[in-house]
Every structure is written in C-alpha cells, then in structure tokens.
C-alpha cells in the first residue's frame, strides 16, 4: 500500500528547458539539506549560483551522449524515482544495484509549442525540441507521486518550498496528487501539440486538405474560473489562452455570455479591418447595428439608429482607437462591454468612471487560421476549421457572379459587400437591409427566410429607417423567389446572396423583373 511519504525529500533531480527561478527554488532546496542533482545546462546553472550539484553522469556512470539526446534514460535515475517505499522488495533492488531514492524531480520540456511557430524552421529542426528525457521523469515521477513529488513548471516552485520549509522538508499526499495531475496536463499537452503538428496534411502527405486529424485531441489551461454558466445553476470556466486576442482593462470578471459576445463581436469587427472608421453594436452574438462612417461618433450613432432598444446592455466594438466624442455618445445607454483597439488620451479614465462597465482592449487580429470550431452535441463533438474572414473588398469582388441584366453601381458594390460582412455574423436564417454602409434592418436566427426578411423590415420601420434604394443580403440562397420580390417591394435595389438553389434561375427572372441587380458569392455563411 502506499505511503504518505514518511521520508523527507532528501534527493531531487532537476532538469530544466526554461531556467527562470530554478536557481533560487534550488537555494531553498540545500537549504533543508537536500542533495541536487542535474543535467548540462541546468547544472551550470545551479552552479553559476553557487550551490553544490551532483552530474547525472556521476549518478548513472555514463556520460550524456548523442549531443545531450540521452542523459537522463537510465536505471539508476528511472529506478530512483519508481522504487515504492512501502516495497521491501523495491527497496532491496535499489540497494543490489547501489542506486537511491530520488525524493522530487522538478522538469520542464523543450519548447515545441514555441519552435513549430517559426517559418524558417525546417522539419529536422523542429522535431529537435521533441523532449524524450524530460516527459519520462515527470511521468515516472507522476506515476509513483504516492511517495514522489513532481513539479512541472516554474509558477509551482515558491507553494512547493514553502511547504517542505513549513512542513520539515514533507510534501502531504493531496500535493504530490495535485503536482501529479500538473504533470501529467503537461505531458499530455506536449504530445497531443506535436501530434498535431505531425498530422498536418503538408506533413503527412496526406491526399486530403480538410485540416482535420483521424482523432480530434485538445489540452487547454483554465484560463478563467467563471462563477457560472449560460446560466446560473450550470457551471463554467474558460479555457485556453484568450489574453493573445484581447485584454480586460476595466470592469468585474467577464462571464460566460460576455466572453461568447467578446468573441463574437471581435469577429465581426475583423470583417472591416481595411474599412474607414467602424462600429458594431451586438446583442447575444448578434450585431443589431454596425456603420462605416467618415467619422467613429457618425458611425455609432448609425448603428444605433438601427435599433434603438436593443443596444441597452449590449457589446460596442469599434475599429479605430476609441474617441472621446464617441465614447461620450456610447456612454448615453448601458453598454455592458467597449472593446477598441485603443483609446485616445483621457478616453480610458472617462469610461472606467463606470462601475458596472466592462472595458476591453482588442490585442490581435481575430484571425486565427489555427483555430478549429468545436461544439458538443450527445455523444461527442463536431469540429470544423472556421469560417475565415472575408478577403479585402477589391478581392472579395473579383469571385461575384452578377446574373442579373443590370450590374450593380459602384455604390450599390459597396453596400453589398458591407451587407454581406454583418450577413455572415448574424445567426441563421440572417437578412440584412443596408444602404450607406450602415445597416437598417436586421433578422435574426429563424426558421424560414421569408421570417428573417419579414423581421428586418419591422426591425427597420420600428426605428422609422426607409429601405428605399437599400441592398439586402441573404446568409444562404434565396430557395424561391417570394424572398426577393418580397425584398424588391420594400425598396431594394440590389441582392447579395450565395447562389445554389434549383430555383436559382427563377430568382434570377424576378430580380430582373423587378430591376434588383443581383450578385452570387458562391459561399454561404450558416451560423447555428
């Protein structure tokens, strides 16, 4: 049976990638008289800060080999770390073989997260930084943490030594658990990374391009515990690493529908990354208003103007350093969240003299060509690669098909392509009612088309916005003709829509019939 460790920690072998804090975590160590040992440039390191180390070359007898690819893999250390102190039989086969114990073993691996990032890296350099030693420890280590302590990364070091020094050099048995289960998140993390890299097609020469493994494996830090869920009685974190897209700089925790807008509204915001000064206004991942503008306060108050009662409470994102005017015209409603880029001098103290008011600074491109979408359904996961952001529009243009007699004006283009960007963000079935890249009238996720565009018309008289001379888009193609007639008799001029129905022609006939010009896009854009 195991113990709870009724020895002291007398013996650590320590081999660290990333240097940072070892040194001092090391002087505390000797300080409770406990013996180091340690590999190449650990060793110097520990060295250089003038403590007594023990080669693991003087341990094994063997020298490190293969320019330090083999250091560590050896019965004398692996023996040290597994032997179980409840077994006289395990104790007995260490003293045969004149191996010891070895009480802690403190790792951290090769950077391949790190290394697969650089583009001039070629293959062989890559697979360097595969660690093969150091994942051996921490796992052996794990394994046995009954009587083993493990410790994994450096943010471990400081709770670890205050406890031996606290607790006559001890460690109780929920640490060496919790080390373990660290260690292990770790290890497991590091394989599936470079399974991930390994399975890539361009590696693989793979015949397919979907981007997606045989076996869909995932490992992500809680990066935010939340106090609850979708709701109150469900349960919630956030996990992965959020702080590279964004950063809180005011305001309480964000819970798990703020953070659900926060990444919806970033994304949405990408789409006009290349566009003059704009603004989004959404609401339950849906943009309920969003304007291009000459000006961040002219496009905002365009957004609003698209529904008026929506907004309280809702996300601004804006896509140019946050103005003093603007955030002024913001501050007249709730707005639980502002997210830009930046903020102009003064702006950020304006806004944090809001208690209840989230502020977020946008960090980086929501563009994350790495990114898989995942969501649960019963019985596992579906998992896709994302729908990108739309290119520039010069280049989103050059792949429409105008079938329609009249080509879209040059305005009327830049309507559509400004209609098409909100379409795609808004949930399916989705209508968007534009004209001077500003938004009139949304509808939102129902079940018919026709539901969608009778919902942005009333969205659209509810605010007193006209649709004369407006363009409309469609998330998906219109499946007859009804939907565009009915779009033509509100006053639009122009269509933008994927295409692809057996009917396609017949919308076609009516756009004609009604002088819409039409453009297909070829690519739908669901959003369940």
């Known amino acids: 049976m195991p113990t709870d460790a009724p020895t002291p920690v007398r013996r ?67 023996a040290g770390i597994l032997a179980r102190r409840s077994r006289t039989d395990d104790l007995a086969a260490l003293d045969e073989h004149d191996y010891a114990p070895i009480d802690l073993v403190v790792g951290n691996l090769y950077p391949f997260s790190e290394a697969v990032q650089d583009p001039d890296a070629d293959p062989e350099t890559v697979m360097e930084y595969v660690d093969i030693g150091g994942p051996t420890m921490l796992r052996a280590a794990a394994k046995n943490h009954f009587d083993v302590g493990v410790v994994s990364a450096p943010d471990q070091y400081a709770a670890v030594a205050d406890e031996l020094e606290q607790n006559d050099a001890h460690l109780s048995a929920p640490t060496r658990r919790t080390l373990a289960e660290a260690a292990f998140a770790h290890t497991s993390a590091y394989d599936q990374a470079i399974d991930a890299h390994l399975s890539r097609p361009s590696e693989a020469g793979s015949d ?14 809680q990066a935010q515990s939340l106090r609850y869920g979708e709701n109150p009685h469900q349960n919630g974190a ?89 955030a002024e015209a913001i501050d007249e409603i709730f707005t639980e ?133 407006s363009v409309v888009a469609s998330d998906a193609f219109f499946p007859f003709a009804d939907g565009l007639e009915a779009a033509a008799s509100e006053g639009a001029c122009a269509a933008i829509q994927p295409g692809g129905s057996i009917r396609d022609d017949e919308v076609i006939e009516a756009a004609d019939a009604h002088d819409v010009a039409m453009v297909l896009t070829g690519q739908r854009h669901f959003r369940h």
């Open 12 to 78: 650590a072998l320590l081999s660290v990638y990333d240097k940072a804090g070892i040194a001092d975590f090391a002087r505390r160590l000797r300080a409770l008289d406990v013996e180091l040992i340690s590999t190449g440039g650990t060793a110097a390191t520990l060295r250089d800060a003038g403590l007594a180390v023990t080669d693991v070359a003087d341990v094994t007898g063997v020298p490190e080999v293969l320019e330090g690819r083999v250091k560590t893999l050896h019965p004398a250390i692996h």
């Open 208 to 221: 397919t391009d979907s981007g997606l493994q045989a076996t869909y494996n995932v490992s992500l830090p």
């Open 238 to 326: 956030l996990y992965g690493n959020p702080s590279k897209f964004y950063e809180k700089l005011h305001g309480r925790a964000l819970s798990y529908n703020n953070l659900l807008d926060t990444s919806s509204a970033l994304a949405l915001i990408d789409e006009f990354r290349d566009a003059g000064p704009t603004c989004a206004i959404l609401k339950h991942t849906n943009p309920c208003g969003v304007a291009t503008a000459n000006t961040l306060e002219d496009a905002w108050q365009q957004a609003f103007a698209t529904d008026t009662q929506s907004p309280y409470g809702g996300i601004v994102v804006v896509n140019r350093p946050l103005d003093r005017a603007t």
């Open 337 to 469: 969240i502002v997210i830009a880029p930046a903020f102009e001098s003064g702006v950020l103290d304006f806004l944090t003299e809001q208690d209840r008011r989230r502020v977020v600074r946008a960090k980086h491109p929501a563009r994350d060509s790495g990114r898989l979408d995942t969501r649960s359904v019963l019985g596992g996961a579906l998992v896709q690669t994302r729908d990108p952001a739309l290119p520039s529009a010069a280049d989103a243009r050059e792949e429409w098909d105008v079938p329609t007699a009249r080509p879209p004006s040059d305005d009327e283009r830049t309507d559509l392509d400004f209609a098409w960007r909100v379409a795609k963000h808004v949930k399916s079935n989705a209508i968007v009612y534009a004209r001077d890249r500003a938004t009139l009238g949304i509808g939102a996720g129902q079940m018919s088309r026709i539901d969608a565009s009778e919902l942005a018309v009333f969205k659209a008289g509810k605010s007193e916005l006209d649709l004369t001379g």
